[in-house]
């Protein structure tokens, strides 16, 4: 058995304000050392509720952990190239198959290809056509994981231009049809696929739209 993070390190980044403060100090005779964090709850790897997009939906602390953490299945997308529309086609061809209600994880390896510390890493990243995001809605899964900003109108936020919302199209077809979105993975070129089990479990923040969250795969143990 072997224990893989995928996780982002939620630490100082360009996207995202995000403070750690400290106190105490244990050299100086403190008995505690105490952490504060301030940091988005959509920023880093984390998990959307659908409360992120619909009003009145439920928020993060009602996602049911069997959406997050379970069987996952592996597309591997790694040659897809910079700037790329990934549709259906491609997809099915990564698909290695499997039953409804597991997580399907995206793993297009992109933090090998882009720093995600940098504006490139958004920027130029593939992306996926509404065509591809209804495909993913068919095989019904619980879940869907990505390692790169699967929707293209995420590179225009950084440059503060909005779009209909409808071009967020993994938000406006699978998200919206209750199958949970799980962003922004890392490392996902040490799974050895293509199945693993992925516990994906978000914070508990009652009224919150979405948590960080610790994503790791324990490979050897899927079926």
Same mark, same amino acid.
């Given at each position: 058995?072997?224990?893989?993070?995928?996780?982002? @390190?939620?630490?100082?980044?360009?996207?995202?304000?995000?403070?750690?403060?400290?106190?105490?100090?244990?050299?100086?005779?403190?008995?505690?050392? *105490?952490?504060? *964090?301030? &940091?988005?709850?959509?920023?880093?790897?984390?998990?959307?509720?659908?409360? %992120?997009?619909?009003?009145?939906?439920?928020?993060?602390?009602?996602? @049911?952990?069997?959406?997050?953490?379970? @069987?996952?299945?592996?597309?591997?997308?790694?040659?897809?190239?910079?700037?790329? /529309?990934?549709?259906?086609?491609?997809?099915?061809?990564?698909?290695?198959?499997?039953?409804?209600?597991?997580?399907?994880?995206?793993?297009? /390896?992109?933090?090998?290809?882009?720093?995600?510390?940098?504006?490139?890493?958004?920027?130029?990243?593939?992306?996926?056509?509404?065509?591809?995001?209804?495909?993913?809605?068919?095989?019904? =899964?619980?879940?869907?994981?990505?390692?790169?900003?699967?929707?293209?109108?995420?590179?225009?936020?950084?440059?503060? *231009?909005?779009? =209909?919302?409808?071009? %967020?199209?993994?938000?406006? $077809? $699978?998200?919206?049809?209750?199958?949970?979105?799980?962003?922004?993975?890392?490392?996902?070129?040490?799974?050895?696929?293509?199945?693993?089990?992925?516990?994906? &479990? =978000?914070?508990? *923040?009652?009224?919150?739209?979405?948590? =960080? /969250?610790?994503?790791? /795969?324990?490979?050897?143990?899927?079926?």
């Amino acid at each position: 058995m072997q224990v893989v993070d995928l996780s982002m @390190p939620i630490a100082p980044h360009f996207r995202w304000r995000t403070q750690l403060n400290v106190t105490g100090d244990i050299k100086a005779g403190d008995q505690f050392r *105490i952490s504060r *964090i301030e &940091a988005a709850c959509h920023g880093f790897s984390h998990v959307d509720a659908q409360a %992120h997009i619909l009003a009145d939906a439920p928020t993060i602390e009602e996602t @049911p952990l069997d959406r997050v953490v379970g @069987p996952c299945r592996i597309l591997r997308l790694a040659d897809a190239a910079p700037g790329e /529309a990934i549709g259906p086609e491609r997809l099915a061809a990564a698909d290695p198959g499997g039953a409804e209600g597991e997580i399907l994880l995206l793993a297009a /390896a992109w933090d090998r290809q882009r720093d995600p510390n940098t504006p490139e890493f958004w920027r130029d990243s593939p992306w996926l056509t509404r065509e591809a995001a209804e495909w993913l809605l068919a095989r019904r =899964p619980s879940a869907v994981a990505f390692d790169f900003p699967q929707d293209y109108p995420i590179r225009l936020l950084l440059d503060g *231009i909005s779009v =209909p919302f409808e071009q %967020h199209v993994t938000h406006d $077809v $699978v998200l919206r049809a209750g199958i949970t979105l799980i962003e922004y993975l890392v490392n996902t070129t040490a799974l050895a696929g293509p199945r693993t089990l992925l516990c994906a &479990a =978000p914070l508990k *923040i009652p009224g919150a739209d979405g948590a =960080p /969250a610790r994503i790791f /795969a324990i490979e050897g143990l899927a079926a």
